[in-house]
């Protein structure tokens, strides 16, 4: 089992950046595939970008590529999310997940975080 903090999130201004992270808990970091997904008021959790184990691959929504970026560190059981360029419309409660699968669906992933608040300014 693996147990997921998140922090990063905060209140910025449209047009800057912010990374997220995700700290793991665990020895067994590097066997999970890790996952950013974020959630609207009302509405189900949103796919961000996924990593692989070992961090060769990543997929990314297709309206996200390009802004937002995912990476890891097994060596520090962390994951990240860099998000530049943001918009008010990322507004959102973001939260990290793992699995030992490689997935785009939230019912891929069995572990997820307690999520953090990003909130972007016009």
């Keep these: ?3 997921l903090v ?4 905060g209140l910025v ?8 992270s995700c700290a793991a808990s665990g020895r ?14 009302g509405k189900e959790r949103e796919f961000i970008a996924c990593i692989s184990w070992s961090g060769d691959s990543t997929r990314y929504s297709y ?3 390009g802004r937002f970026t ?9 994951v ?11 507004t959102a409660v973001y939260y990290c997940a793992a699995s030992k699968e490689y997935g ?6 069995p572990y997820w975080g307690q999520g953090t608040q990003v909130t972007v300014s016009s």
């Design 28 to 41: 067994t970091f590097s066997s999970y595939a890790m996952a950013w997904f974020r959630q609207y008021p």
């Design 13 to 20: 201004q449209a047009g800057g950046s912010l990374r997220l």
């Design 63 to 65: 309206s996200l590529k």
């Design 1 to 3: 089992q693996v147990q």
């Design 70 to 78: 995912i990476s890891r560190d097994n060596a520090r059981n962390t």
């Design 104 to 109: 785009l669906r939230g019912t891929d992933y």
């Design 6 to 9: 998140e922090s990063g999130g």
């Design 80 to 90: 990240y999310l860099q998000m530049n360029s943001l918009k008010p419309e990322d």
